[in-house]
């Protein structure tokens, strides 16, 4: 009997992966508790089991009767301590057990007790059965423990499984052999289907014990699951040379992830997209058609708010350090782009970027910049007084000390009373950077400011005009022309003497397109 033993123990380690030690001491126990159904059986009795052979024997424990009356008196006081369960069917507190002493509380006491040897020849078919039942729980709660050790550190982890169920509440999904993970209807996309034995992709996000095994719970709507995604499909990602700093997203409907490259001539965009998109494409296919939108990483704000509102164009950006705000200014015709269906293009766009995003369009800028009175005894802002041709004011911080940006037309307007930029229209370059001087020779600079002054005239200007020369600004900042009237957009690159000042807004000047995936 005792070789069947040994060989089947061994036979449930291969089988089970459960060491034959654990396999030998459940064995015991279960031979403890046969033993107990046996009658006449001893109150206190131990079994020592032999590992090699599988031989074993049941001993009688004989205690003192004061040692006896001290483990009783500390066992009752263990059990008042604990919390008094409730009867489900009555709801009243259930009345506390007798006391046992369990082979642990004895153990420290084996040189006062005496033993008597009552292996018992025959344990019966009842005592056979308790035998079975305590080796079958032992095996659960060894494989319980072993499966919770193995997923308890790989939270985070993608993983891929079988669908098993699927109903109103939650769906199973089969890792491996006995082993299946809750994906519950939280965790799920609207707009997927989970069939029967369909192949399925997710992130794990929680590993409890419970007595009925190690629940896992697993995602599709976690933001891991792209970059773990992208990392399987870019091998450039796996090899820390590209890294996706940021993932914001709506599941089922739109994605945008930061990338970032940390190797000179890698470019992270395009490593993500892959040949004729086929990276992208693998990654939208798991996802079941949800749109991705990979967006360069910058370090400036304003840039990155701007490739943020891909695919909308974005004209400039003016954000505000202190409050973490961005006003971003768009042409008319990609207001409702750069906002997107119900505001999810810029809500997406707030995610990845962490700033406030505000949009508006050139037309309604304008109108709030024209609302405003740039002369007179104002509160000064922080921002260039100067006023554009085209009626807009400078969207760049003033520098130190003035109330003028560092380009040179903006710091000659310190010599006027207007902060019109089309009193220098009569004045050259070369003049106009006198004015900017300001160590430059005093009569020379009040001849310049009343020729200026002389030919100026603040209401003469017509809305046709007015269009010309707004036409004209734009050309001149396409360009790169310097001369006379200094353009918007020559104005919002910030060349000239200064830096924007640290109490007001920085503006970064976006022309080009986001890049889309």
């Known amino acids: 009997m005792t070789k069947e033993i040994v060989e089947a123990v061994k036979a449930l380690e291969q089988e089970k992966g459960i060491s034959s030690d654990k396999l030998m001491d459940a064995l015991a126990d279960a031979l403890l508790s046969a ?6 059986a001893a109150k206190y009795a131990r079994v020592d089991l032999d590992h090699e052979t599988g031989d074993f024997r049941v001993f009688e424990l004989i205690l003192p ?3 006896e009356e001290k483990l009783l008196a500390e066992a009752a006081e263990a059990q008042e301590e604990e919390e008094r369960e409730i009867d489900p069917e009555t709801g009243e507190l259930r009345e506390p057990e007798e006391p046992e002493l369990d082979p642990e509380m004895i153990a420290p006491y084996e040189d006062q007790i005496t033993t008597r040897d009552v292996t018992p020849e025959d344990f019966g078919r009842i005592a056979a059965q308790t035998a079975k039942q305590v080796i079958l729980q032992r095996i659960r709660e060894a494989e319980r423990m072993m499966m919770f050790d193995e997923y308890q550190d790989r939270v985070g982890e993608l993983i891929t499984g079988i669908i098993q169920q699927s109903d109103k509440r939650y769906t199973l999904v089969q890792l491996r052999e006995r082993v299946e993970a809750l994906l519950p209807k939280s965790e799920q996309v609207y707009n997927e289907r989970y069939d029967h034995g369909m192949r399925v992709k997710a992130v794990i996000t929680d590993v409890s014990d419970s ?4 629940a896992i719970v697993v995602s599709r709507r976690s933001p891991e699951l792209i970059k773990q995604l992208f990392e399987i499909e870019v091998p450039e990602i796996a090899d820390k040379l590209v890294e996706i700093v940021g993932v914001a997203r709506e599941p089922g409907y739109r994605s945008k992830i930061a990338v970032i490259s940390h190797a000179d001539g890698v470019d992270p965009v395009g490593a993500c997209v892959g040949p004729r998109g086929s990276r992208v494409r693998m990654v939208v ?5 949800e749109k991705i939108d990979i967006i360069p990483h910058n370090d400036e704000p304003a840039r990155f708010v701007a490739k943020a509102l891909s695919p909308a164009r974005v004209r400039e950006v003016i954000v505000d350090d202190d409050e ?10 990609q207001l409702s782009l750069a906002i997107g269906r119900d505001g999810q293009n810029a809500r997406l766009a707030a995610r990845l970027t962490g700033w406030r995003v505000d949009i508006k369009s050139e037309t309604e800028f304008s109108q709030e910049e024209t609302d405003i009175e740039y002369e007179g005894e ?5 921002r260039c007084m100067a006023v554009l041709s085209n009626g807009r004011r400078c969207p760049n911080a003033a520098i130190a000390e003035s109330t003028y940006c560092g380009l040179p037309q903006h710091q000659a307007l310190s010599r006027f ?6 009193v220098l229209a009569p004045l050259s370059e070369a003049e106009v950077a006198i004015l900017a001087d300001p160590d430059a020779d005093e009569g020379q600079v009040s001849e310049l400011v009343e020729r200026a002054e002389s030919e100026f005239d603040e209401g003469s200007e017509s809305p046709e005009e007015e269009v010309q020369q707004d036409e004209a600004s734009d050309g001149a900042a396409a360009g790169g022309a310097a001369g006379g009237t200094a353009p918007e957009e020559a104005s919002a690159t910030a060349g000239g003497g200064g830096s924007p000042a640290a109490s007001g807004p920085a503006v970064e000047p976006v022309t080009e397109e986001a890049e889309q995936a």
């Open 211 to 214: 007595t009925k095994g190690p």
């Open 35 to 40: 033993y107990k159904k046996t009658p006449g």
């Open 285 to 289: 296919s798991e996802l079941r058609g």
């Open 417 to 422: 009373e207007t902060n019109q930029m089309a």
């Open 378 to 382: 104002e509160q000064f802002d922080g």
């Open 65 to 67: 009767p004061e040692l």
């Open 324 to 333: 973490r705000q961005a006003t971003v200014i768009v042409p008319d015709d």
